[in-house]
């Protein structure tokens, strides 16, 4: 994930099929995982961990979108409604039968993949901005029908309080106790996604992005992979649908909406698309984007601006800023974060001996 | 700047601090634009005048722009730099935050929109409607029109279009009730979201159903849509009353103007109009200021319900200094401050809000203006309508949500 070397220096097939084969790369990961497991929950204050925690659950998100676009190539605008499709399905586990959590979430995912299969089967005919216009249309169904069958919504408000996660009788409410189940399921997400990538069925899937008609001949079944890739990613939108009624202890679908998919693509663009870890960066980027322009215009705008002008410019500023930066990635850095952050390792590994 | 950062610094140790949400950009914008000025010139015009009890008020804004994640995020920033309370703007917003609000013992208000049944205090503690809500409204929409119609309805066809939402939907199941009741025929028309086409709907009232009365409860750009398309059509627009959030000045304009939209009624929870106290004297303090008031000010139907908010912010903020006798007071006093307001009028441009522990929507009064010449025009009183079947509603309601969880 961190680093690769050049050179083959192994000599056993589990040391080629490593996840990580450097031992540096290793001690970082170890590092980074401490640090996350023991520094953050402590030093990090009850406002931070929020943060995080939306992070956190955007992350498994992008991961499940940058498999079906990034990795396979096939758009989506739909994924919003694949999460609600997860969010409902928990939730009305969790009220009528008083489903934990641990079953809950599964069973939301998969109830997503299967929706997602039926959404993708358009995209054994359809390529591009025709699949981008099909998968719109099934958010737009998915949210139609939870407005209008009250069988799924609950009836009020078309919305369904869902009480929060308990593991061996603890409530988990504070920002802290969600923020270890929230990582459980992120960490979770991106080893199963880095694994997928070096399976066959990963390979399939990059194979088909790159040249469907060259994959099917060399013996892929695109009919089969494209919609593992649909029922793959939708699990993980159905998953993030879950988490994110966990995490706000109500299902809603007016919380995934047409937006919500629409940031989740820019989240995989701006991070890099087809790398889990572009993924995660995207996700971190675009959820923390927004509030680090406010503190930051309302910490140092005053030399400048008005107070009043600044409650007008920054949610402005917010947007501007936020399309600017997807053209710009899109112009200077295709690859995104990713890349950017592939530079910077690269350029220090030589240092200071580069050529 | 240096002498106004130096001012602030000081100021710090007596002050009051609330989060508020708006949504300056987004799909309600047209909203927050004019709704958050409001609130800010209410509580400049209170920190002007030294305060209350010498404790200046800080209203954080930030803007959700209609989503859910930023409100939460704004949420625990607030709670963190000891709020005492939230003024939340959005009903998703308000349904997500509602479980922190209780677990938190933080009050927060969402007026005019949010989830109905929260007016009742003993199952909602910490959550403040503090306006009518959408049954509230709906219910005063069908009195208003019963008496348009000269004091029954036996008989007579309404037609009720709304915005296909949550929102939309939630003031129907008081109007079907009162269908029987009053023996009215009902047929309902949905615009689905987004709402920029409402034609084939607006055909079908003015042309097939020809109702006596139609009930207006559309947001965004649908209710500019409806006035057009209904007086195209040849529907007279007295015969149409309009809920909350189909009544601003925007939804005029985008009609095309006063002209166009001469008797259409709009239902309001805050006057509309300048002709109020309160509203002179924002003027007046901005004239000492040397500035011109703000542009938002003209848009009154939206500032009006801002500085109403604000207003009650101050009047709970009050209330709660009494309890702690001029200590700083918690979220818990603010709560309680909250239901201690009584009689409030701020003017008129309040209803006689009165918010007790059991009764936290204030009484649920509307007033409705009518657009008559280049402005609103009081229709009736403030009233409301059919009280005990709402609040009966509202207990039914909330038993029901405490039993689910």
Redesign the interface.
């Known amino acids: 994930m961190f680093h690769s070397e050049t050179g083959v220096f192994k000599t056993s097939y589990a040391a080629d099929m490593a996840l990580l084969p450097l031992p540096v790369a290793r001690w970082a990961v170890l590092g980074i995982a401490l640090f996350f497991l023991f520094v953050v929950p402590l030093v990090f204050?009850?406002?931070l961990l929020?943060?995080l925690n939306?992070v956190l659950i955007a992350v498994v998100g992008a991961i499940g979108l940058d498999i079906l676009t990034g990795y396979t190539g096939q758009i989506s605008i739909g994924h919003g409604g694949f999460m609600s499709v997860g969010a409902y399905t928990a939730a009305n586990l969790i009220?009528r039968l008083g489903v934990p959590f641990w079953l809950a979430i599964p069973a939301g995912g998969l109830m997503a993949a299967l929706i997602g299969i039926i959404v993708g089967i358009p995209s054994l005919r359809i390529k591009g901005i025709y699949l981008a216009i099909a998968t719109l249309a099934s958010q737009f169904i998915i949210?139609?029908l939870i407005?209008h069958v009250t069988w799924i919504?609950g009836g009020?408000?078309?919305?369904i309080?869902v009480?929060p996660p308990s593991v061996f009788g603890w409530k988990l409410?504070t920002?802290q106790q969600l923020y270890f189940f929230l990582s459980f399921f992120a960490v979770l997400a991106i080893v199963a996604a880095l694994n997928l990538m070096r399976s066959r069925i990963g390979r399939a899937f990059i194979a088909i992005r790159d040249q469907d008609i060259a994959a099917e001949i060399i013996g892929i079944n695109i009919f089969r992979y494209k919609l593992y890739a649909f029922a793959i990613s939708s699990f993980y939108a159905g998953v993030t649908g879950v988490l994110y009624t966990y995490y706000?202890?109500?299902a809603?679908y007016?919380?995934f909406g047409i937006?919500v998919s629409i940031s989740y693509l820019a989240m995989i663009i701006i991070g890099g698309l087809g790398s889990v870890l572009g993924a995660v960066f995207g996700a971190a980027f675009i959820?923390i984007l927004?509030?680090a322009t406010?503190l930051f215009l309302t910490h140092f705008g005053?030399?400048l601006f008005s107070q009043?002008t600044i409650?007008?410019l920054?949610?402005?500023l917010?947007?501007i800023l936020f399309g600017g930066l997807i053209i710009f990635f899109l112009i200077v850095e295709p690859e995104g974060l990713n890349r950017l952050w592939r530079n910077i390792r690269n350029y220090f590994r030589l240092w200071p001996f580069s050529y | 700047m240096a002498f106004a950062c130096a001012g602030l610094a000081q100021a710090e140790d007596k002050t009051i601090l609330i989060g508020m949400q708006c949504d300056r950009t987004g799909p309600t914008q047209v909203v927050g634009t004019s709704l958050c000025p409001g609130t800010h010139d209410y509580i400049d015009l209170i920190n002007s005048e030294g305060g209350i009890d010498g404790w200046k008020i800080n209203a954080s804004e930030v803007d959700t722009a209609y989503q859910v994640p930023p409100a939460i995020e704004e949420y625990e920033h607030t709670k963190q730099q000891g709020a005492v309370g939230i003024m939340i703007y959005g009903t998703p917003q308000t349904e997500a935050l509602n479980q922190r609000l209780e677990q938190d013992k933080i009050p927060g208000t969402s007026p005019g929109f949010g989830i109905a049944a929260s007016g009742d205090g003993q199952y909602y503690p910490y959550l403040f409607p503090i306006a009518a809500n959408y049954w509230s409204q709906g219910a005063a929409a069908v009195k208003f029109a019963k008496d348009q119609l000269g004091g029954s309805l036996k008989g007579k066809k309404i037609a009720y279009i709304f915005y296909d939402n949550p929102a939309g939907h939630e003031p129907l199941p008081v109007i079907e009730e009162l269908s029987k009741v009053e023996g009215f025929q009902l047929q309902t028309f949905a615009v689905p979201p987004p709402g920029v086409d409402v034609s084939s709907q607006v055909l079908a009232i003015a042309q097939e159903y020809r109702p006596d009365f139609v009930i207006d409860h559309t947001f965004g750009k649908s209710p500019a849509l409806i006035i057009k398309g209904l007086k195209q059509n040849g529907y007279p627009l007295t015969h149409v009353v309009a809920l909350v959030w189909a009544s601003g000045e925007a939804d005029i304009m985008g009609a095309g103007g006063w002209s166009v939209a001469q008797g259409y009624n709009t239902m309001q929870f805050a006057g509309a109009g300048e002709d109020y106290p309160v509203i002179k004297e924002i003027q007046a303090m901005y004239k000492e200021e040397g500035k011109a008031p703000p542009d938002a000010m003209k848009s009154t139907v939206y500032y009006n319900r801002g500085v109403q908010q604000g207003a009650l912010w101050v009047a709970a903020i009050k209330n709660a200094l009494t309890l702690t006798h001029g200590q700083k007071p918690t979220p818990t006093d603010v709560k309680m401050g909250f239901e201690m307001i009584h009689d409030f009028t701020l003017g008129g441009l309040n209803a006689p809000l009165t918010i007790t522990a059991d009764d936290h929507e204030g009484g649920g009064w509307v007033k409705i203006f009518q657009v008559k010449g280049e402005g609103f025009a009081p229709e009736t009183q403030w009233f409301r309508a059919y009280r005990d079947l709402i609040v009966d509603r509202e207990h039914k309601t909330a038993q029901q949500m405490a039993k689910a969880n």
């Open positions: 204050s009850a406002y929020t943060l939306l009220v949210a139609w407005n919504s009020i408000e078309a919305s309080q009480p409410q920002p706000l202890g109500i809603n007016e919380q937006d959820t927004p509030e406010r005053g030399a009043d409650r007008t920054v949610p402005n917010t947007l």
